[in-house]
């Protein structure tokens, strides 16, 4: 599934692409890896790193992608008390992941090394929101 690109699918009016994708490649070599998501975890598109493997087993994927899905709606129950939900950073030992929501159906996750250097973590979150027309508060 890693290096696996699904063309001709849509977010809003905007067609993902290979070269979207790689563009988040490109803002920074700590970048590992990243997952386009539907509502039930379904991935529309993915991709890791040229050179890397995932830390995870293959059979454990399709359960990391749902929990992205699942990471994002729970925080939004606390929408009404807190303000809606921008993004969502978990700093693991071993890697960094971001969970975005692009829309009620289209999720997205990044995951990168952990030692990507805390002061590019707020241009890399608007480099996402760029590429994927996500607005700081939907």
């Known amino acids: 599934m890693f290096g696996h690109t699904t063309e001709n699918k849509m977010i809003g009016e905007r067609p993902?692409?290979?070269?979207?994708?790689?563009?988040?490649?490109?803002y920074d070599s700590k970048v590992r890896f990243i997952t386009v998501v539907d509502s039930v975890g379904t991935?529309?598109?993915t991709r890791i790193r040229d050179g890397?493997?995932?830390?995870?087993?293959?059979?454990?994927?399709?359960?990391?992608?749902v929990h992205s899905v699942i990471t994002v709606c729970l925080a939004e129950e606390f929408d009404d008390y807190f303000g809606k939900t921008n993004f969502i950073m978990v700093n693991r030992e071993r890697l960094i992941l971001v969970f975005f929501a692009v829309s009620?159906?289209?999720?997205?996750?990044?995951?990168?090394e952990p030692?990507?250097?805390?002061?590019?973590?707020?241009?890399?979150?608007?480099?996402?929101?760029?590429?994927?027309?996500?607005?700081?508060?939907?």
Request: aromatic letters at 8%; proline letters at 8%; zero cysteines.
């Open 43 to 45: 991935p529309l598109l």
């Open 104 to 112: 009620k159906d289209i999720y997205v996750a990044v995951s990168m």
């Open 16 to 26: 993902l692409s290979e070269s979207s994708i790689l563009s988040i490649f490109d």
């Open 115 to 138: 030692d990507f250097p805390p002061q590019k973590v707020g241009g890399f979150v608007e480099h996402v929101r760029k590429l994927f027309d996500i607005q700081r508060v939907r």
């Open 52 to 65: 890397l493997k995932s830390l995870e087993p293959p059979e454990l994927t399709t359960k990391q992608q």
